[in-house]
């Protein structure tokens, strides 16, 4: 016999088929090949007892407070940790549960699948204020820059014409319209819109259904407003709603929360049943990294980002170049390729299917090797 201390993220499936485990087998030992982590804030300690011996019966564990034993009519936060499997059981015997634990069930019944492979969106600005100089395209560059990233690898195309970095303030429909027309134009009279999928970054619904006549397949709005969902059932086309405290013009300006998962999953919570109730099909959702958060924040969430797959919808992730990275290793906007790169690929790990970046090509390359490393095995 020979023994191997294998990397425990390899590729469960590929270790099975090497073994010679029955399809079955493999569909049921899945669940029981990774562990879960939920935490659970502001439960009571008969619900937390409760919990714990029906974790403990299945084989998962809850982490309580120490005084939760006692049984004490107070409140404190724990951690369930389980494989797929047990919490699958979990959730059954929760269901016959009162003290708020039938509702754990139901979160626990929710599948967090998460994306086999990202899609690429390149950014490119028709303006001359947006925060990376690089991004920035005019009427006559457009095709030429919009055609190197269909070349890279692009899945998305993101065209803006306003700037919405910290401070920005909205120059209004008409010179907003002004800026995006032309290129609108010249992407649909040279089918571009037929080689990848093109969206707008606008609030501005009359830009947007502009947009949409001339071959745009998403509406990315940073404003999160569910009324858009009649224009993306209009036109069949995605809507994507994003996460931000305050506006641009103020929203860096000392950002808080009480609790910041709680808070963002309440504010998708809202947008999304409505947006799906006006008729919206086609739904992403993006947290908004650096739009009124502070460093550790934008970190937090990418780290936890898992939880928001909780919608059913894709999760965008545009970390490109952002001051967060200046954060943690003072750089200056065009020397912030690195720091983006790990940032998405983190995203990606945690449920992010769209990749939101200025730098195409080198993201491709980044996620083939990505790819072709989880599929590295011994056998």
């Not at 300690?45 to 049984?71: C, M, R, Y």
């Not at 970190?299 to 919808?313: A, G, R, S, T, V």
Request: glycine share 6%; hydrophobic share 40%.
């Amino acid at each position: 016999m020979k023994f191997y201390n294998i990397n425990e993220k390899s590729d469960f499936d590929v270790i099975c088929k090497s073994i010679g485990v029955s399809v079955a087998g493999i569909n049921l030992m899945r669940e029981k090949s990774s562990l879960s982590f939920v935490y659970i804030k502001d439960i009571k300690s008969p619900a937390a007892n409760i919990l714990k011996q029906d974790a403990i019966s299945v084989g998962a564990e809850l982490v309580t407070h120490k005084d939760t034993i006692f049984g004490l009519d107070t409140s404190s936060n724990a951690l369930l940790i389980g494989t797929d499997a047990q919490l699958k059981k979990l959730s059954k015997k929760e269901k016959l549960q009162d003290f708020g634990l039938k509702n754990l069930a139901k979160f626990l019944e929710i599948s967090f699948n998460k994306p086999e492979k990202p899609k690429i969106m390149g950014v490119l600005n028709i303006n001359n204020d947006s925060f990376n100089a690089s991004s920035r395209i005019d009427i006559d560059n457009a095709l030429l820059r919009i055609n190197k990233m269909i070349d890279d690898g692009a899945d998305y195309i993101d065209i803006g014409g306003v700037s919405s970095r910290p401070g920005s303030v909205y120059v209004g429909r008409d010179e907003e319209f002004r800026r995006i027309k032309d290129v609108i134009l010249q992407i649909n009279a040279h089918g571009l819109d037929k080689k990848v999928k093109f969206s707008l970054d606008s609030f501005d619904e009359y830009c947007l259904e502009f947009a949409l006549n001339h071959g745009f397949k998403m509406i990315n709005d940073i404003s999160a407003n569910e009324n858009l969902a009649l224009l993306a059932k209009k036109y069949n086309c995605e809507l994507c709603m994003m996460h931000m405290q305050n506006d641009p013009a103020t929203m860096q300006i000392n950002p808080h929360y009480d609790d910041l998962l709680a808070e963002i999953s309440d504010f998708f919570e809202h947008k999304v049943l409505k947006a799906r109730d006006l008729g919206a099909k086609h739904i992403v959702i993006d947290v908004g990294i650096g739009f009124g958060k502070t460093a550790e924040q934008n970190l937090l969430l990418i780290k936890h980002l898992k939880h928001f797959l909780k919608f059913q919808c894709d999760l965008l992730v545009g970390a490109s170049r952002k001051s967060l990275i200046n954060h943690y290793f003072k750089s200056e906007v065009h020397e912030r390729l690195s720091g983006s790169l790990y940032l998405h690929l983190k995203a990606f790990e945690n449920g992010a299917s769209i990749i939101r970046t200025h730098d195409v090509s080198e993201h491709k390359q980044m996620f083939a090797l990505h790819s072709a490393y989880q599929k590295a095995n011994l056998w």
